[in-house]
């Protein structure tokens, strides 16, 4: 029935066009351009009416936000999906804001004793530390500042030789020994190795001191057994210090983690090469550090995606630790503990304003479901580097034997990046994070995995706007600017507070008046915290309230890169520091 009334109303439409041609036709011959638009027109006009509308083909599956970004609908969508992500957006995240109104400030005070005045003669600490590189960095900086609590003269730390790296490097293959012990000179008395008494070389008694230890720790348990035994050596020396203390042994810390510990000038070289070669590709860069190994992820106790073989795979892994607690995912992405992976931290990247156009440069070890798992951060990133990319075997041969010199290089590319990004809060990390906060406030992104965890999970049930919009917001204070994490929240190794002054000169030429006093000036002291000494320091690191930035457990130490030996040594009541560093 429809169909007919719809033939006969295209007939009646037709039947009136003839009829106004007909009876118009000695009118229009007299304006013959005028006539031959008319009909045109009518023609058309007609002939839409008669014929169907043709199927709406999208042809180029591509529109344009509101910003300006244009948006790829052919990534990471179904056919239902309103999700669709953008290929470009119009801003971009190279700089900090207000970088330049900070700077690191690490000088000793007036009245902080020098070495010369205060070392005694006949103490001598020595650590042994543990993990990957960047954790043995945390242990080796720490080591200095407990021989200066204890009065004590400081052996050259031992590296870890003998876990889960299985490398054999010791310090002066990693640091510049020489350097090292000349910078501290006026902190500690630093030696290569112990003296002899009566031609024989001095044995060290071996202790270790409590996790945390604060500085009245270290005066009531450890000074004891150096006064008693003369030479002591501290193993397992990762985290045997309190993350909070008076603002001169922080200083001392920074000294020692920014200026004193400098790479050998083999894997500086090495280092610098690649960082020329990402700047020859682009004037900016990303550097992504990237922990998604099959260790890290079964110790995390969270799932991936990946159905009843992941869970088997994984599940296989984690009962070599037999201490470990049974897994529960759910809580563990509720907690924030768990690392994105690599899908979600290339969406992250790309909501918060970086094309597809952006140079990536990604430190990581053996990936998870390798390049398949790969696939999406190389589809949202296609200019996708890595040292084995931009070194020849060759060149990388001096160091590919050994898992801490490759992850100095990973260290040194990601350091000098324009903008450094982790999917993970492990020691690296942690350590780039501070250091950047260090030397100018370098863009740091540091995954709101709390926040983000829930959005990950609904994101196909959102447009890509408003997708990118959540990701922003829930990113606020997570970028690595200034002031956006409170002094004394968090590592220290993080986020160095007593360690950044404030420039009033520059704020004032900015027109800008200076902030609270949360931070020092070179040379002078904050309100509160200057005003304690070394005994008053020792607050509990636990007594910290909990917020967004504390999404992690400190014994979640994760390998530095994957150079390891997968498997190796592993024995399941053994602490799990031993096996995950950065």
Known sequence: MKKKKRETKQRNIAAAVLHWIFFTRHYLLQFPLLSAISAFLLFFAAFSVISPLPPIVNHHRSSKLKNGAKVDESTFSTETSPFRVARSAGRHLWNSRSSKFYYGCSNANDSFQTADLKTNSNRYLLIATSGGLNQQRTGITDGVVAAYILNATLVVPKLDQNSFWNDSSD???????????????????????????????????????????????????????????????????????????????????????????????????????????????????????????????????????GGEKER?????????????????????????????????????LRALGFGSDVHLYVASGEVYGGEATLAPLKALFPNFHSKETLASKRELAPFSSFSSRMAALDFIVCDESDVFSTNNNGNMAKIIAGRRRYFGHKPTIRPNAKKLYKLFINRHNKTWEEFASRVRSHQIGFMGEPNEVKPGRGEF?????????????????????????????????????????????DVSDEHTIEDDHDQDATDMDYVDNGNAVQGKGLAGEMLSEEFFSD
Request: glycine share 6%; with cysteine; net charge positive.
């Open 493 to 537: 190794h993080e986020n160095p507070s007593s360690c950044i002054c404030e420039d009033p000169v520059a704020r004032a030429g900015a027109g800008l008046n200076p902030t609270p006093q949360t931070l020092p000036h070179e040379g002078h002291k904050t309100v509160k915290e200057n005003t304690k000494r070394i005994g008053s320091s």
């Open 171 to 305: 310090f002066a293959e990693i640091f510049d020994v020489d350097w090292f012990i000349s910078f501290l000179s006026k902190d500690v008395t630093i030696i290569k190795q112990l003296p002899t008494k009566g031609g024989k070389v001095l044995t060290p008694y071996r202790t270790r001191a409590p996790r945390k230890c604060t500085p009245l720790c270290y005066l009531t348990k450890v000074l004891p057994v150096l006064n008693k035994k003369h030479v002591v050596q501290l193993g397992k020396f990762d985290y045997r210090l309190s993350n909070r203390l008076s603002p001169d042994l922080q200083k001392l810390r920074c000294r020692v983690n920014y200026h004193a510990l400098k790479f050998t000038d083999s894997i500086l070289e090495m280092g610098k090469k690649l960082v020329q070669r990402m700047r020859m590709k682009s004037e900016h860069f990303i550097a992504l550090h990237l922990r998604f190994e099959p260790d890290m992820l079964a110790f995390s106790g969270c799932y991936f995606g």
């Open 312 to 348: 088997m795979e994984l599940g296989e892994i984690r009962r070599r630790w037999k201490s470990l607690h049974a897994s529960n995912p759910d809580k563990e992405r509720r907690q924030g503990k768990c690392p994105l992976t690599p899908e979600e931290v290339g969406l992250t």
